[in-house]
C-alpha cells in the first residue's frame, strides 16, 4: 500500500458542504502492528466509500506493542493512513492508552508519533497548546457553507494512558488505572471555548473526541453515580434516551476532573466520544450532552469472544447540519458485518 506523504498544510480548514451539511466518521481501536488484518482497513475503506465523510477521526489506540522499531511503527501508521489518504479524506487523531506500548524498545514516543502523522498530506493534527498536558491537544474549526464564520468545532483530547503506581504514598487497588484527564486540559478547553465564543460572536456547538471514557459514561448508564443495578438502567433507557450495548466497564480513571462540568457550564459541546472499551457502543443523552463510544475498527484487537467475537467491529458516523439549531443532528454506528466482512 502505498501512501502519498506531504508537509502538512497548516492553513487547511473543514468547511459545511455548498448544501449545509458535513459528515464525521469515527474510527477506534484499530489497534495492530506493521502485518494489520485486513478486514480492518477493508472496513476503513468500505466505510469511507459508503459514507463518504468529510472528515475522520481516528481515536486513540491506533498501533499496539508488538512493533520493534521506527520502520515497523512507520509501517502500522501507514496502514491505517493510506484508507483516506487515497481518497483524500482530511483526518486527525487522539493518542489512547496502548500507542506508547512500544516506546521502551521503539524509541519512538507519542510526540515523534505525531510528528509522523502530521506528515500526511491530508492529516490536520496539531502538536497542541504548549504547557499543556498530552500530546496534539487541538481545536479544529468548521467553516459555514459560505466560509463566513465557524459553524461548528471539533476539540481533540489526548485522555492519557495510565494512572502511576501510587499517588500520597497509596495505591489503587480497587479502582479503574487508567488515567484521567488534567486539570490544565480542562482549563485550556474552558479558555479556548471563551475565546471562540468572543470570536464568533456566539458559543461554537462542538463535539468531543477522546480515548478513554468520562467518568459520567457510567453514571448515565445506570442513571446514577453509585449502586447502580439493572432496574436503574432500565430507567436510565428512558431518562437519557439510551441505545446500543454495554458489554464491558466503563473503563476509566480514578479521578473525575471536571471536565464535563466545565463543557455543560459553556453549553457549547453537544457530544463526547470515546473508543476504549471495544464492545461497547452505547449513546445516551446525558444532560444535554450526548455521551457515546465507537466499538472498536480493528480485528487484531479483542471483541466480544466466540462465534459473535466480531459482531461490534464498526464505526460511528456523525451528521451535522449548519441549519439545525444544534448541528449536530444525529449519530449511528455502522458495523463490519452490514458490509459483508466478518
Given at each position: 500500500?502505498?501512501?502519498?506523504?506531504?508537509?502538512?498544510?497548516?492553513?487547511?480548514?473543514?468547511?459545511?458542504?455548498?448544501?449545509?451539511?458535513?459528515?464525521?466518521?469515527?474510527?477506534?481501536?484499530?489497534?495492530?502492528?506493521?502485518?494489520?488484518?485486513?478486514?480492518?482497513?477493508?472496513?476503513?475503506?468500505?466505510?469511507?466509500?459508503?459514507?463518504k465523510?468529510d472528515?475522520?477521526?481516528?481515536?486513540?489506540?491506533m498501533?499496539?506493542?508488538?512493533?520493534?522499531?521506527?520502520?515497523?511503527?512507520?509501517?502500522?501508521?501507514?496502514?491505517?493512513?493510506?484508507?483516506?489518504?487515497?481518497?483524500?479524506?482530511?483526518?486527525?487523531?487522539?493518542?489512547?492508552?496502548?500507542?506508547?506500548?512500544?516506546?521502551?524498545?521503539?524509541?519512538?514516543?507519542?510526540?515523534?508519533?505525531?510528528?509522523?502523522?502530521?506528515?500526511?498530506?491530508?492529516?490536520?493534527?496539531?502538536?497542541?497548546?504548549?504547557?499543556?498536558?498530552?500530546?496534539?491537544?487541538?481545536?479544529?474549526?468548521?467553516?459555514?457553507?459560505?466560509?463566513?464564520k465557524?459553524?461548528?468545532?471539533?476539540w481533540?483530547?489526548d485522555?492519557?494512558?495510565?494512572?502511576?503506581?501510587?499517588?500520597?504514598?497509596?495505591d489503587?487497588?480497587?479502582?479503574?488505572?487508567?488515567?484521567?484527564?488534567?486539570?490544565?486540559?480542562?482549563?485550556?478547553?474552558?479558555?479556548?471555548?471563551?475565546?471562540?465564543e468572543?470570536?464568533?460572536?456566539?458559543?461554537?456547538?462542538?463535539?468531543?473526541?477522546?480515548?478513554?471514557?468520562?467518568?459520567?459514561?457510567?453514571?448515565?448508564?445506570?442513571?446514577?453515580?453509585?449502586?447502580?443495578?439493572?432496574?436503574?438502567?432500565?430507567?436510565?433507557?428512558?431518562?437519557?434516551?439510551?441505545?446500543?450495548?454495554?458489554?464491558?466497564?466503563?473503563?476509566?480513571?480514578?479521578?473525575?476532573?471536571?471536565?464535563?462540568?466545565?463543557?455543560?457550564?459553556?453549553?457549547?459541546?453537544?457530544?463526547?466520544?470515546?473508543?476504549?472499551?471495544?464492545?461497547?457502543?452505547?449513546?445516551?443523552?446525558y444532560?444535554?450532552?450526548?455521551l457515546?463510544y465507537?466499538?472498536?475498527?480493528?480485528?487484531?484487537?479483542?471483541?466480544l469472544?466466540?462465534?459473535?467475537?466480531?459482531?461490534?467491529?464498526?464505526?460511528?458516523?456523525?451528521?451535522?447540519?449548519e441549519?439545525?439549531?444544534?448541528?449536530f443532528?444525529?449519530?449511528?454506528?455502522?458495523?463490519?458485518?452490514?458490509?459483508?466482512?466478518?
Open positions: 500500500m502505498n501512501v502519498v506523504e506531504g508537509k502538512t498544510d497548516k492553513n487547511q480548514k473543514l468547511q459545511f458542504n455548498s448544501n449545509g451539511k458535513f459528515k464525521i466518521v469515527q474510527f477506534n481501536d484499530t489497534q495492530d502492528d506493521e502485518d494489520i488484518d485486513p478486514r480492518t482497513v477493508a472496513l476503513m475503506e468500505k466505510t469511507l466509500d459508503e459514507e465523510p472528515f475522520v477521526v481516528i481515536n486513540g489506540d498501533i499496539q506493542g508488538d512493533v520493534k522499531n521506527k520502520k515497523q511503527v512507520k509501517k502500522a501508521i501507514d496502514n491505517i493512513a493510506q484508507p483516506m489518504e487515497e481518497r483524500g479524506v482530511k483526518w486527525a487523531i487522539t493518542f489512547g492508552n496502548h500507542d506508547e506500548d512500544h516506546t521502551f524498545k521503539t524509541g519512538i514516543d507519542e510526540e515523534k508519533m505525531l510528528d509522523i502523522y502530521m506528515s500526511y498530506e491530508h492529516n490536520m493534527n496539531q502538536p497542541g497548546p504548549k504547557g499543556v498536558t498530552g500530546t496534539g491537544n487541538n481545536s479544529i474549526e468548521i467553516r459555514n457553507s459560505k466560509n463566513a465557524a459553524a461548528f468545532n471539533i481533540l483530547f485522555s492519557g494512558r495510565y494512572a502511576p503506581d501510587e499517588v500520597a504514598g497509596q489503587f487497588k480497587g479502582y479503574q488505572t487508567y488515567d484521567w484527564l488534567k486539570t490544565d486540559q480542562v482549563e485550556w478547553y474552558y479558555e479556548t471555548s471563551k475565546k471562540l468572543k470570536k464568533n460572536g456566539y458559543p461554537v456547538p462542538s463535539l468531543a473526541f477522546m480515548h478513554i471514557p468520562l467518568p459520567e459514561f457510567e453514571y448515565m448508564w445506570f442513571a446514577r453515580p453509585y449502586q447502580g443495578n439493572q432496574a436503574s438502567h432500565q430507567e436510565a433507557i428512558k431518562k437519557h434516551n439510551i441505545t446500543g450495548e454495554k458489554n464491558e466497564c466503563v473503563c476509566t480513571g480514578p479521578f473525575n476532573s471536571g471536565m464535563f462540568s466545565a463543557m455543560l457550564e459553556r453549553g457549547d459541546v453537544k457530544g463526547v466520544f470515546a473508543g476504549h472499551d471495544h464492545i461497547n457502543t452505547y449513546v445516551g443523552d444532560y444535554g450532552i450526548k457515546g465507537a466499538g472498536s475498527t480493528g480485528f487484531g484487537a479483542y471483541g469472544g466466540g462465534e459473535e467475537n466480531n459482531r461490534l467491529r464498526g464505526a460511528r458516523v456523525f451528521t451535522l447540519d441549519k439545525d439549531k444544534d448541528v443532528v444525529d449519530t449511528q454506528m455502522v458495523f463490519a458485518r452490514d458490509y459483508g466482512i466478518e
